[in-house]
Structure formats: structure tokens, C-alpha cells
């Protein structure tokens, strides 16, 4: 099948969540459909959304606590936004069946142009509604300011999702065609049991003629799987990670080649792709990814197939341009260096045992009060400790921040993200960017490994 791309639209959206009639399962309906949009949102606008539970009263579906409960919200990841309500509130927007939501989340002008996503995020039921596909993409528009070759290219915009498969699954044979279990990658011993899917399509394909160059925006939104992403014979040219331009804080940082890259849950890369220059086909795949002795299996699989053919690049209306130069909002050296050289300001230690997974010793409840307190206008130096035998994804809500230490060696090149890996026994140190007064509030930080957000890793933080 010829990969397709979602609805694309702009403000105001209104998006329900329902579920399956078979299955029961959760989905995003917009328009009748259940497929769920790609939202555009240009900086200094305001997003509005109105967001209606329309799932049953009664689930049939197992969260952390027994039946789920289907109630939801949702967390516009990655957007440099206010965590109070009516915007990215998921601490106390909550909308159990029947009940409506109503989304302002206003973007500020100096928002990094690129893509983000939204998905729900009710604490104990987020793990099951992500993986039944409840999530989609958001564009902030003018990511071509930044590389105006861009301006010309087709766009594609790839959602990444799980589909759980079985014998009796009529994809079972395009899942064993895709997966290529190496016994040298993992030292996690159970058997995959899911594949990923690109706009809730398996293995579909992309035309693309030989030596065109394409832009692609990638989004990995499973609740687990890892994505390290490659081309067969093509390398990546980056142009941002996690929805920010790699010139923002650098302009002398434009694009960067990678022959993979590695996206943990909820990671996103926006690249140019090259079509195969002899006109073969050429497969998108995934390399196995060693989660750890703990962690599950993330075996090689193609994720999708290029295929030699035309394309046909999106509509203006659509395509989100933007004018005006790009902006840039440099970090002075002599900042970075004294928040860099001093002792951490705040340490994140991730450690589980049988009865659930926790920072810093405590597992999260809804009505605890914030773990730690930060000021407005400063940037911090954070340290993230795994002290457990598996990875983890760290993700902090309404910033980005910059990694620039493994185990206390220096990164070459380091990189502004909102989810990072947190390799095995490992620590990352992190310069944390809290100096906009738009994230004033309570806000989350926590594993994006979602099953195990939702049985407690995760906590709060009050930016005052």
C-alpha cells in the first residue's frame, strides 16, 4: 500500500476519543473518521481544541489498576507552552466519559518551528491509550526558514505506532517478512510481539524518484518500542531533533549527516531523504536496539519500502510556510560553561523493583506535592541517573534541554532534545533551559516508557 498522510489542518479542532466496536479499543475520531489529523499551529497563534470523551463508561481493556476506566486528556509534547489549564494541563484537565475538554494553548512567537505531538496522558490508563493509537502529529510551520531548500521538497510526515500481532492476525505474514530476530543484538530474552506501523499502515510504500530529495518528519509514538532508523544505502541529513531546528541555538549549526538515528518513545528527527540514485528499491528500517536484561525486545524490521516513482509535493495551504527570517536564540558560551562546571542543581535517579519503578525512591500519586522547585529565568544543571538493568527514556514537560555529558565525558556534538535515553547504569548531564515565564506552573518530568509512568515514575516540579 502507497503510504498516505493524515488530514492536515489548522485551528480550532475538534477531536473525540471512542472506541473500537469489535476491538474496543481507543482512537482519535476527527471529521467521522478515525484516523487522527496532523494540527499546523504558526507561532504566536493560539491552538485551539475541543476535546470530547465519547469512549464508554465500561472498558474492556486491563491498565495498571484492573479495568481501565477510559478516562483521558491530552499533553501537546515537546511545545514550549503554560502546563496550567486551559493549556497543557494533564494534571487536573481530566474528562471521563461523556464529559469535554476545552484546549487554548497559545504558541509563542519564538516557539522552535518543527514537529511535536499530541497524546493523552492519563496517569494509570496513558501505556494502554498510546498503544491503541491514540495520539498524532502537530507542525509548528516555518521550519524552512531555517533550510529553504525545504521550501520546494515533498513532505511526508510519518507517525510511527505499534500493532500487536498473532497467527491469526492477517498481517502475520508481512510482520514475519519484516522482523528479523538477531540473537547477538538483545540480551532481553522474550519474543516480539508487535510491529510498527507508519500512519497505521504496515510496511507501506513511498514513492520517490531516484535522486530526489524529500523532507520527512518522523515521529516514534509507541509507548515503548524503540526506532533506530536507517536507509538502506542513503544517509540522513538532519535538520532537527525532538521539533528543533539543529541551527537554534547554533546558527552555524545548519544540517548534519547520520547513517541511523536513534529514537527513543516519543523522540522525533525531521530529515532529507535521497531517493536510491539507480532507481532500486530501498527499504526504511529499524535496527534491534539492546533495551537491557530488563527491557523488552526491539528486533531489526523494515518499517517501509521506497519504491522508484513520482511524487507530488503538498499543497501551499497545507505546506505551512511561513515569512520572515528564522529565528535564533543562541546560549551565550560563558552561561553554558558555568552551568556546566558546577555541581548539579537537581538529580533524577530512575530505580524499580518488583512492586513498581520510581524516581528518586518515590512512585508518583496524582495529589503529591512537586518533587523539586526551579526559578523562572535561570537555566539548571540536571543530572538523570539509571540506576536500574534497562533503558529509559527521561522527558520533561515545556522545555527542551541540552545533553552534553554521558558518565561525566563530554558529548562532541551535543544536541537540544525533550526525551533522551538513559542508557543502562548510566548517567546523562543535562543543561535545563527554564528561563521562558510561559512554563510557569506545576509541571511532570518522567520515563517515556509509558507502562512505566503509569505504575509511578514519574513526578512534579513547580516552576516559580
Known amino acids: 500500500m502507497i503510504l498516505t498522510t493524515p488530514p492536515e489542518v489548522y485551528s480550532p479542532v475538534v477531536l473525540a476519543a471512542v472506541n473500537d466496536p469489535v476491538t474496543g479499543k481507543g482512537a482519535f475520531q476527527f471529521q467521522g ?4 489529523p496532523v494540527i499546523h499551529a504558526r507561532p504566536g497563534t493560539t491552538l485551539h481544541v475541543t476535546y470530547v470523551n465519547s469512549m464508554t463508561r465500561h472498558s474492556h481493556e486491563q491498565c495498571v489498576d484492573g479495568s481501565c476506566m477510559n ?8 511545545l514550549h507552552v503554560s502546563p496550567d489549564a486551559p493549556q497543557d494541563d494533564v494534571i487536573s484537565m481530566m474528562a471521563n466519559p461523556g464529559e469535554t475538554l476545552h484546549y487554548s494553548v497559545v504558541i509563542p512567537e519564538d516557539q522552535p518551528p518543527g514537529l511535536y505531538w499530541y497524546h493523552t496522558h492519563p496517569h494509570g490508563e496513558s501505556y494502554q491509550q498510546d498503544l491503541d493509537g491514540m495520539s498524532g502529529a502537530i507542525v509548528v510551520d516555518g521550519i524552512e526558514r531555517y533550510d529553504p531548500e525545504i521550501r520546494n521538497m515533498t513532505q511526508r510526515i510519518l507517525v510511527l505506532r505499534d500493532r500487536v500481532t498473532s497467527k491469526h492476525d492477517p498481517t502475520a505474514q508481512v510482520w514475519r517478512n519484516a522482523v528479523e530476530v538477531s540473537q547477538n543484538c538483545s540480551t532481553a530474552t522474550e519474543v516480539p510481539e508487535r510491529i510498527f506501523t507508519v500512519n497505521g499502515v504496515v510496511r507501506p510504500r513511498i514513492p520517490i524518484a531516484p535522486k530526489e530529495r524529500q523532507f520527512w518528519r518522523i515521529v516514534n509514538a509507541s509507548p515503548d518500542l524503540y526506532a533506530d532508523l536507517k536507509i538502506d544505502g542513503e544517509q540522513l541529513e538532519i535538520v532537527a531533533l525532538d521539533g528543533m531546528p539543529i541551527g537554534f541555538h547554533d546558527p552555524g549549526r545548519k544540517t548534519e549527516f547520520a547513517n541511523h538515528i536513534l529514537l527513543p518513545p516519543a523522540g522525533r528527527v525531521e530529515a532529507i531523504v535521497t531517493g536510491p540514485r539507480d532507481g532500486r528499491v530501498a527499504s526504511l528500517r529499524t535496527q534491534c536496539f539492546d533495551t537491557g536484561p530488563d527491557g523488552d525486545p526491539n528486533p531489526t524490521m523494515v518499517i517501509a519500502d521506497l519504491v522508484p516513482g513520482q511524487s507530488h509535493a503538498n499543497h501551499p495551504e497545507i505546506k505551512g510556510t511561513v515569512s520572515g527570517r528564522a529565528f535564533y536564540k543562541p546560549v551565550p ?11 548539579p542543581d537537581y538529580t533524577v535517579r530512575f530505580t524499580e523493583d518488583k512492586h513498581g519503578f520510581y524516581i528518586n525512591d518515590r512512585k508518583y500519586g496524582p495529589n503529591d506535592p512537586p518533587m523539586t522547585t526551579a526559578s523562572i529565568g535561570s537555566y539548571y544543571h540536571w543530572r538523570v541517573v539509571n540506576s536500574t538493568r534497562e533503558v529509559h527514556p527521561f522527558h520533561i514537560h515545556q522545555v527542551h534541554f541540552l545533553v552534553y555529558s554521558r558518565n561525566d565525558q563530554s558529548m562532541k556534538q551535543p544536541v537540544w532534545l525533550d526525551t533522551v535515553n538513559v542508557p543502562v547504569g548510566e548517567s546523562l548531564d543535562i543543561v535545563m533551559d527554564f528561563t521562558d515565564p510561559i512554563i510557569r506552573g ?3 518530568f518522567h520515563c517515556h516508557l509509558l507502562s512505566h509512568e503509569d505504575k509511578g515514575m514519574m513526578a ?3 516552576f516559580k
Do not use: C, Q, W
Not at 478516562?71 to 515537546?78: A, V
Open 33 to 36: 473518521r478515525d484516523i487522527p
Open 71 to 78: 478516562m483521558t486528556n491530552l499533553h501537546f509534547h515537546g
Open 333 to 343: 558560551y560563558k552561561t553554558l560553561e558555568n552551568v556546566e562546571s558546577r555541581a
Open 442 to 444: 506545576v509541571s511532570l
Open 460 to 462: 512534579k516540579v513547580l
